[in-house]
C-alpha cells in the first residue's frame, strides 16, 4: 500500500510540469515561444536540474481566484548545462 501523503507530492508534481494546462502550453506556442520547463530541458541536464520551491505559486491569491496553477510561471533552478551555451 503506497502512503497518501507521496501519492499526492507526486500529483502536485505533475500538475506543476504541466505548466498551467494544456490550454496554457498551447498559447505559449502559438505565440511562437516555448514553455519555461520546454527552456530548461534544453539548457540544463535533467539529471542535474534542481528546483527550489516547485509549488510555490507566483501570487498569494493565484490558488483563490480560481485557477489551477500551482507554480509560477519563473521557477528557480540550477543545473549542469550537457553543452556549451
Do not use: I, Y
Not at 1 to 8: H, T, V, Y
Not at 19 to 27: I, K, L, N, Q, T
Not at 36 to 61: I, K
Amino acid at each position: 500500500m503506497s502512503d497518501p501523503r507521496l501519492e499526492k507530492l507526486t500529483r502536485l508534481r505533475r500538475r506543476a510540469v504541466e505548466g498551467g494546462g494544456a490550454d496554457r502550453v498551447a498559447h505559449q506556442h502559438a505565440k511562437g515561444k516555448q514553455t519555461v520547463r520546454e527552456r530548461l530541458d534544453q539548457l540544463l541536464d535533467e539529471a542535474t536540474l534542481n528546483e527550489l520551491e516547485p509549488f510555490v505559486a507566483a501570487r498569494a491569491d493565484a490558488m483563490e481566484d480560481g485557477a489551477d496553477r500551482p507554480t509560477a510561471s519563473a521557477p528557480r533552478a540550477w543545473g549542469e548545462s550537457p553543452r556549451s551555451v
